[in-house]
C-alpha cells in the first residue's frame, strides 16, 4: 500500500522555507486534492512504498501537480543502459570465443 505525504513549503523573510506536512495517509484522493494556500508557498508530495519514495511531485499555485522524481522511469532506464552493456559483452565474448577455436 502507498503512503501519501504532502508537505508544504513557505518561502518566508530573507527567503528561508518553512516545511510543514499537510497531509500523510493512505488516500491519494485526498493527498492530490491539496492545493498551496499562498502564493509564497508550494506542496510536495513524495509517494512512499515499501520504505523507498518511488514519486515525486509538486504543486505551485493555480498549477497542476508535476513529476519531480519517477524511481520506475529511472529503474527503467538503468535496465535498458545494462541490457545494453550485457549484450555487447554477450558479442566479445562470442567473437573471443570462435577466435580460439582457431
Known amino acids: 500500500m ?3 505525504v ?7 523573510y530573507l527567503t528561508d522555507k518553512n516545511k510543514q506536512i499537510v497531509y500523510a495517509g493512505f ?3 485526498v ?3 491539496n ?3 499562498t502564493c509564497e508557498s508550494r506542496l510536495i508530495l513524495d509517494v ?4 523507498l519514495i518511488i514519486k515525486s511531485f509538486s504543486r505551485n499555485p493555480n498549477e497542476n501537480w508535476r513529476v519531480l522524481f519517477d524511481k520506475m522511469a529511472i529503474a527503467k532506464k538503468e ?6 552493456k550485457l549484450k555487447k559483452a554477450q558479442e566479445l565474448v562470442e567473437m573471443i ?3 580460439e577455436l582457431v
Not at 508537505?7 to 518566508?12: D, I, N
Not at 535496465?79 to 545494453?84: G, H, N, Q
Open 35 to 37: 492545493a498551496p494556500e
Open 97 to 99: 570465443e570462435k577466435a
Open 6 to 12: 504532502v508537505t508544504e513549503e513557505t518561502e518566508g
Open 31 to 33: 493527498a492530490f486534492s
Open 48 to 51: 512512499w512504498f515499501n520504505d
Open 79 to 84: 535496465v535498458e543502459d545494462y541490457s545494453r
Open 27 to 29: 488516500n491519494k484522493d
Open 2 to 4: 502507498n503512503t501519501y
